[in-house]
């Protein structure tokens, strides 16, 4: 999740394949593009870049990267939350089994989080928060992916913008 001037951005990666693998691959992808565990913001552009290049190209998360955007709101558990439900709603004729885990959900928010998307629907059988997210690459790529967001939506004419706009049209990355 990442906030940009009056925006709010919530990235979401939602995977059919074994968590486990894909998050190993991604942390492949971190030591070959130079990014490492370091945070979007943190990182140098040209090893970010590479990395989401090389992101985009993982069969495993085609289709599966989401961002929803949250123009003018402060209500950031909300748009967390609802961000989430339309992402699961997106993939909706597959059969899943959601465990959400959200970068910096203090324990005390997690039945509040859980409870708020079985009302909308979405059955969860763990909702979970992530202390440091340098500790787990799927929300190290969430917030890349926030970040990209972003930055693409911040920079019409950048390099940023016109990968973002490929991989959108290509359906890599999907807006929910």
């Not at 500790?135 to 972003?150: E, H, K, M, P, S």
Request: hydrophobic share 45%; with cysteine; proline share 2%.
């Amino acid at each position: 999740m990442e906030t940009a001037g009056r925006i709010f951005i919530v990235a979401i990666v939602v995977l059919a394949a074994d968590p486990d693998a894909v998050a190993s691959a991604c942390e492949e992808l971190e030591t070959e593009s130079g990014k490492a565990k370091t945070k979007w913001g943190r990182a140098q552009q040209d090893r970010r870049l590479d990395y989401l290049r090389r992101v985009f190209r993982l069969p495993e998360l085609r289709a599966r990267l989401c961002y929803a955007v949250f123009p003018n709101t402060k209500d950031y558990e909300a748009a967390t939350i609802d961000a989430i439900a339309r992402a699961i709603r997106h993939f909706g004729q597959e059969e899943y089994k959601a465990a959400i885990y959200i970068d910096a959900l203090a324990k005390t928010k997690r039945r509040i989080y859980g409870a708020r998307l079985h009302q909308s629907g979405i059955a969860t059988y763990k909702v979970q928060g992530v202390a440091k997210d340098e500790n787990n690459a799927l929300v190290r790529l969430a917030d890349a992916i926030a970040g990209f967001t972003r930055d693409a939506l911040d920079d019409d004419s950048s390099e940023i913008n016109t990968l973002f706009q490929r991989v959108k049209a290509n359906g890599i990355l999907i807006e929910v």
